[in-house]
């Protein structure tokens, strides 16, 4: 254990003694100075409160006052003796009674005590007693239960168990005897204890307490005498404990402990004379520590509204009580937060916050800023900082520097701020948002003395890191880096459309004003002391943009249906007016064996998506008619409709009007003069009126549109006089500029609709076509005058973006659909004519496919027929053979054979290819021009199944897994790879955990085949032997001279030692690289660590970590 452990509590202590210190502090308002008398009476109550039954009998002694009684009766006797109030709050009046029910008992005796007047009930047997108050149970079980009725006391004997259930919370407490006050809950366990779950870092540890006596306190201050505590399930002799003469737990998160010491089995390791854990915290929090270049600092975050975010402390073992926020409010006292008992309540803005920031560090200055989040309204960041240029010299930071001479001095930062230089740097950023629903008006704005300002001012802790601090910890923190850009927006959105289909959306979904900076750093700053302060760089705006705007307008402009419709109410229950009787919706009759048919009561005016969206909804409108419920297998869909029409229309006007500023000449701060180099406007718009005709109860729908975009790009010269580009920046604007009408049409014929095995039989036709166009003739253009012309009905493959037509017929008499598809691309695209047939029979499926393309103008290409059959058995046993014929040379191009067989797989591919021929210079070559039909590439599989393997009842878990895969080239066989994997996972219970995976590969398994080391003239190799070769691990050239070879290997052992774990992870893989005389060799690459771990101080831990040429030790 290393020394900085030892260390461990004296630094707590050193740090939280201001803590003890401020808590002793009297409230604001009090004097300023008090006597020792005044101090002892505002103390007493406490003492007298927190004392023990056997310290109030001792002190009643002392002081020669009576000392029978319980406990509540000698504290009374000390405040009255010394005329103190107690500290608690008065008692409020219970709205509940108590309430005793003793649920079993083998025997019961009732005796008085004449001498004291005092009634006695006597339980014992197997005795459960439960006692309500409100919403508390407790819950006692023992041997025997002596109820005091007089003093409302109760004392369980043998083997006792004690519950205190609460509505979120159960405490079980164990010992040999109890005593307590049914009044005030107020008892005493001898010779008891508990346990409590705590988790760290995801990991759950069960706590044990014991104690000679714990007492629990009306005010449930909880006391320890002569406790102990750990996580070690070895009762007797546990690996670590701490024991302490006293443990006070005074409220959830705030406790203390005295005369404690840490064993590590029976030897002493640590000693603790006093430690307390305030659970009230300071109103701001201090954080320090210690960076390589901005030296120590100390950095505080005080909370005018919020708190922050809590995280775990890094101390786990000293975490004896958790404490939950929900149920306390913070109340700021003298320089702490104080908790308020108040019901748990979740605010709406429980995430809001404002922080005040101020920040110290040796060497490079100070910060002060204030941070709020008020989100969606408004959030924002800033702050002034005052700092100086830190120096690198060789490996260390310095905020001095020397000219030459021996006097060193610190170089202060300045900055400029509307033009003057002042001596602070600054940054400041906010976004909000004003206005919700239907208009909303949002901004982002943001500005910095520097790019450095937030890297060196913003990395801010809210908590002292002491894990990082003792080295615990090496976890790298997340940094805020330099801010060499930003923005600033100002974006508008509204929502202006009416309830009206015609304009079912007005909006504009956005209008925005944008400018973009960015960073230069100064020319000829490349020597200390200039090239170390911050204001090197300087911000410059590049362009804005003002305004850019979109406009969407949307809606229908008809809409009819032949179909019956409802009221359009939304309520569709039948109301009674004047002078008439309500009446249920007619039923119409309908064929025998078909149901009855329900009119449909949608509204008139829902939408097309809604209509097809309920199609197959039935009646779900009818349920305030109280008609009878159908029955599901009487269900009939609603009438069609015979004609329906939709016509809509979908408007999207926009303009962005950019000003690019002329910043490349801008070398300092001073040049920025925000002289524009150029505007670029650009007004574009995307206009459809597009119409759904439905006809024939569905059987033919027609959508059709026209779609209407334009585009318009200028610029314009800015205040500078020479742009070198301008003429080439004029003419991409014309190119820009165009306009173009389309139409686009999709036809869909469902002819066998009413057939319920054809109805997904279709005929399509689509087309999209630009048939009217405004572009540049950049033949006859020229800068200063751009020739426009129309394009009208010219029917090329330049304006015909889609033509098509397509067919199909399906059968599908259950699950599976045969069908049937023909599909042609017609010109004036390139033309091709398709199509496809799948067919079952019975286990069989078959696919044939072909098709014939325009490959250029006039001249046509047959594509090879592919026919597929695959056979299925279950799922893990298949069979398929896919073939494909050149159909114009009446020759078999291709055959692709697959099986799947549980775990194995194969594909063996033939095909017409050249031949080839092997050459020692050359390598592999093609001979003749023609093809022959060869065997081209096999394929292997084999994965095995990870089945675990259970053995001695369960204790030890085993699993293996093995993939290997076989890939070669038959033509070229020289290209093969035999890949293995192995993976073994061992498991036994509480004692280890292990794993191993290696990667093997093989690129040579040609040479275990005579014929195909007789061709490249090579000896032949025993693939047993090359195998075995490869596990001689004691012959070098054994290993070197096998085709097996090891591409990674990785190991991970866990080992179980109780209260730690010892890890070893290994990992190892070779590497090829090239060596000083230009050879290429192999070099084996390994990395392992070695990692213990303490489960119960998780921060106890150390780490070995190397490779092949060197380590290093972290505690």
Not at 646 to 665: A, H, K, Q, W
Not at 753 to 771: G, R, V
Not at 861 to 878: F, K
Not at 990 to 1003: A, D
């Amino acid at each position: 254990m290393t020394c900085k452990y030892i260390f461990l509590p004296l630094l707590i202590l050193l740090c939280l003694s201001d803590t003890l210190y401020s808590q002793a502090e009297v409230d604001s308002n009090s004097e300023p100075e008090h006597s020792s008398s005044s101090l002892l009476q505002e103390t007493l109550p406490r003492d007298i409160e927190t004392a023990s039954y056997y310290e109030l009998v001792a002190w009643c002694r002392k002081l020669e006052l009576d000392d029978s009684g319980n406990r509540k009766t000698l504290q009374q006797r000390l405040f009255a003796y010394f005329q103190v109030e107690p500290p608690r709050e008065e008692a409020k009046t219970r709205e509940e009674r108590r309430s005793l029910e003793i649920k079993s008992a083998g025997e019961s005796e009732y005796f008085t005590i004449e001498e004291i007047e005092e009634d006695y009930i006597i339980l014992r047997g197997g005795v459960e007693v439960e006692l309500r108050d409100k919403n508390v149970l407790h819950r006692i079980k023992a041997e025997k239960i002596i109820l005091n009725q007089s003093a409302n006391i109760i004392t369980a004997q043998g083997g006792v168990e004690y519950v205190l259930e609460r509505e979120d919370s159960t405490e079980v407490f164990r010992g040999e005897s109890l005593t307590f006050d049914i009044e005030t809950w107020e008892g005493v366990f001898f010779h008891g204890g508990t346990e409590t779950e705590r988790e760290f870092k995801g990991e759950k540890t069960l706590f044990h307490f014991s104690g000679d006596a714990i007492s629990r306190l009306e005010n449930d201050t909880i006391i320890l005498e002569r406790g102990t505590i750990t996580s070690c399930d070895f009762e007797k002799d546990p690996h670590y404990q701490i024991k302490a003469k006293k443990i006070w737990v005074l409220a959830p998160g705030e406790w203390a402990i005295q005369n404690a010491v840490l064993y590590i089995g029976r030897v002493p390791m640590l000693y603790f004379p006093f430690f307390f854990h305030p659970g009230d915290e300071f109103f701001f929090h201090p954080a320090i520590g210690y960076r390589d270049r901005e030296g120590n600092f100390l950095q505080t975050t005080t909370y005018l509204i919020g708190k922050k975010e809590r995280k775990q402390s890094p101390f786990s073992f000293l975490s004896l009580t958790q404490e939950d926020d929900q149920e306390y409010t913070r109340k700021i006292e003298g320089l702490f937060l104080r908790k308020q008992k108040s019901e748990a309540k979740t605010q709406e803005n429980e995430n809001w916050f404002l922080k005040v920031m101020l920040d110290i560090y040796s060497r490079l200055g100070a910060m002060a800023g204030l941070h709020g989040d008020f989100s969606p309204h408004i959030t924002f960041k800033g702050g002034v900082g005052r700092s100086r240029s830190l120096f690198l010299i060789d490996t260390l930071y310095t905020p001095y520097w020397s000219e030459g001479g021996s006097e060193y001095r610190s170089y202060w930062n300045d900055s400029r701020l509307f033009g003057l230089e002042i001596p602070l740097r600054w940054g400041m950023e906010t976004s909000w948002q004003i206005g919700e629903g239907k208009f909303t008006l949002s901004g982002l704005f943001e500005y910095y003395s520097d790019p450095y300002f937030t890297s060196d001012f913003y990395n801010r802790a809210e908590n002292i890191d002491w894990s990082r601090m003792l080295g615990m910890d090496e976890e790298e923190e997340s940094l805020i880096s330099e801010k060499w850009n930003f923005t600033w927006e100002l974006n508008a959105k509204g929502d202006l459309a009416p309830d009206n289909p015609l304009f079912s959306t007005v909006s504009l979904p956005y209008l925005k004003s944008k400018v973009f900076w960015q960073s230069r750093e100064l020319q000829n700053i490349d020597t200390y002391p200039l090239s170390a302060d911050p204001g090197r760089h300087f911000y410059y705006p590049v362009s804005m943009q003002a305004p850019s705007a979109e406009i969407h307008v949307a809606g229908k402009i008809l809409e009819m249906s032949s179909s019956k419709k409802g009221s359009p109410a939304e309520n569709t229950k039948t109301e009674k007016t004047e002078g008439e009787e309500a009446t249920l919706p007619e039923v119409e009759d309908q064929d025998p064996g078909k149901g009855y048919l329900i009119p449909d009561f949608r509204p008139a005016g829902g939408s097309m998506a809604e209509t097809l969206s309920e199609e197959f909804a039935g009646t779900a409108m009818l349920e305030d008619l109280r008609l009878t419920e159908a029955k599901k297998d009487l269900y009939v869909q609603p009438e069609r409709e015979n004609l329906s029409l939709v016509l809509s229309y979908d408007l999207r006007p926009g303009i962005i009007v950019e000003n690019t500023l002329n910043s490349e000449n801008w070398q300092t701060p001073e040049d920025v003069d925000y002289e524009s180099r150029y505007t670029t406007m650009v007004a574009s718009d995307t206009t459809t009126l597009d119409y759904k005709l439905n006809m024939q109860e569905g059987w033919i729908t027609l959508n059709q549109g026209l779609a209407f975009s334009a585009t318009y790009q200028t610029r314009y010269r800015g205040t500078s006089e020479t742009i070198d580009n301008w003429e080439d920046l004029v003419m991409s604007d014309y190119q820009q500029t165009r306009s173009d009408l389309a139409t686009t049409m999709l036809v869909s014929f469902y002819p066998l609709m009413d057939s319920p095995d054809f109805k997904y039989s279709f005929l399509t036709y689509k087309l999209n076509w630009i048939f009217f166009s405004t572009i540049l003739n950049e033949g006859l253009s020229a800068y200063g005058s751009p020739v426009y012309y129309n394009r009208t009905g010219e029917w090329n493959s330049d304006t015909v973006k889609e033509h098509n037509a397509q067919g199909r017929f399906e059968y599908r008499p259950l699950e599976r659909a045969h069908t049937l598809t023909l599909g042609a691309q017609l010109p004036p695209l390139l033309a091709s004519i398709s199509g496809e047939l799948i067919f079952y029979l019975w286990i069989l499926k078959n696919r044939i496919n072909s098709a014939y393309k325009e490959v250029s103008q006039d001249n046509w290409e047959l594509q090879p027929l592919v026919v597929e059959e695959s056979l299925e058995i279950g799922e893990e046993v298949s069979i398929s053979e896919e073939l494909r014929f050149d159909l114009e040379r009446s020759l078999l191009k291709k055959s692709i054979s697959t099986v799947n067989l549980w775990n194995f797989n194969a594909s063996f591919t033939a095909e017409r290819l050249l031949p080839v021929e092997w050459s020692m210079v050359n390598g592999w070559q093609e001979q003749g021009g023609t093809e022959e039909f060869m065997a081209s590439n096999i394929q292997l599989g084999y994965t095995s199944d990870a089945e675990p393997l259970f053995l001695w009842k369960n204790r030890i878990w085993l699993e293996s897994n093995m993939n290997t895969s076989l890939n070669m080239n038959l033509r070229r066989f020289t290209e093969n790879s035999l890949d293995f994997t192995f993976k073994v996972d061992l498991f036994i219970y509480k004692f280890l955990e292990f794993s191993f995976s290696s990667i093997h590969t093989n690129n040579l398994t040609h040479r275990y085949f005579p014929a195909f080391t007789r061709e490249l003239d090579i000896p032949w190799m025993n693939p047993i032997t090359d195998l075995l070769r490869s596990f001689n691990f004691w012959n070098i050239d054994d290993r070197y001279s096998s085709a097996f070879k090891l591409k990674n290997i990785a190991l991970k052992a866990i080992h179980h030692l109780h209260d730690w774990d010892l890890s070893f992870i290994y990992e190892g893989k070779p590497i090829l690289f090239t060596d000083l005389s230009g050879d290429l060799k192999y070099r084996w690459d390994s990395t392992f660590s070695i990692f213990l771990q303490w489960i119960a101080i998780p921060e106890m831990k150390s780490t070995v970590r190397g490779d092949g040429s060197r380590f290093y030790v972290r505690g």
